[in-house]
């Protein structure tokens, strides 16, 4: 049995704390605005910056084969989706040397528990549980999560505790920056999620990871196609018809006129960047990677 609080762990975690990461902002001003903190923080961001990840699927897959993976916030919105080839769960546990699942709902967890996945029923926001028998992990991987959770701040928390000293925390999440997004912010139509509560960006990212000792080691947008593909045709076409049926969702309302829904018209034709290959975070989801300093 890996056991999370072992005398290697203890001694490896306390060298990798020893690094410094650099001072903090309030090392150098009480002003957030301030231009040398500004500046500290532009210099954390350039660090990060990777070039446009292809697929993030595969991306994932790569960061977890072979290692021990935790998989936070596993369950797939629907027991269907267990069968489906792009369920994220499934195919980082077919490469990881293990796979354990964390999740709140407990029908999702027991499905994933019959279909043969090691998974635990465990609210993360109130302690580790039987994950701290397992403990540390190589990976942390939430994915599509963060946007959907009121209390963020125990994803880092769980990393500060549970990473080995060379792991890592990947999140991935909807980009706000995305071409698509920003104009249907702008044109008031109603194009996200509605269970998305909130926006991830990077300078809050770094933010929260050096709350908890950690580091934004590298940010990334997803870039998986230069056309729109025929599946997100289909989606766009699909919000347009629920927009149809329930007034103004799916719409945008410029004074007495209507307009057709992001996806389905002009707009919808730069959902991946297409018009603008060479520049940065036009991809629909940022791709975050979070670590120990060192």
């Known amino acids: 049995m890996r056991h999370s609080r072992s005398e290697e762990f203890e001694r490896a975690l306390r060298e990798a704390e020893s690094d410094s990461a ?9 002003d957030p605005n ?21 697929d993030r699927i595969r991306f994932l897959e790569e960061r977890c084969r072979g290692r021990l993976v935790l998989d936070v916030g596993c369950v797939a919105h629907d027991v269907e989706r267990l069968k489906s080839p792009n369920w994220l769960h499934g195919r980082v546990a077919a490469v990881a040397q293990r796979c354990v699942g964390v999740d709140v709902l407990s029908e999702g967890v027991a499905a994933m528990q019959q279909h043969g996945y090691e998974v635990v029923l465990q609210d993360l926001g109130s302690g580790l549980g039987p ?9 942390i991987v939430a994915g599509e999560l963060i946007e959907h959770v009121e209390a963020i701040n125990m994803l880092f928390d769980v990393a500060s505790k549970t990473l080995t000293p ?129």
Do not use: C
């Not at 903190?37 to 446009?52: D, G, H």
């Open 22 to 30: 650099g001072p903090r902002w309030s090392e150098l001003s009480p």
């Open 34 to 54: 301030a231009a040398t903190v500004l500046a500290l923080r532009a210099e954390t961001l350039r660090a990060a910056w990777r070039p446009v990840i292809n």
């Open 131 to 139: 994950l701290s028998d397992i403990a540390p992990f190589d990976v």
């Open 166 to 294: 060379s792991g890592e925390l990947i999140i991935t999440t909807p980009n706000p920056y995305a071409p698509h997004r920003v104009r249907a912010a702008q044109l008031g139509i109603v194009w996200e999620n509605v269970d998305h509560i909130l926006y991830a960006f990077p300078s809050g990212i770094a933010e929260l990871a050096e709350r908890h000792g950690l580091v934004l080691a590298e940010a990334a947008t997803t870039h998986e196609s230069v056309r729109l593909s025929r599946k997100d045709r289909l989606r766009a076409v699909r919000r347009w018809m629920r927009g149809r049926q329930w007034r103004n969702v799916g719409y945008a309302t410029l004074g007495e006129r209507r307009v057709l829904p992001i996806g389905f018209g002009v707009i919808g034709a730069t959902a991946h960047g297409m018009w603008w290959p060479g520049r940065r975070f036009l991809g629909e989801t940022f791709v975050y990677v979070v670590k120990r300093p060192g």
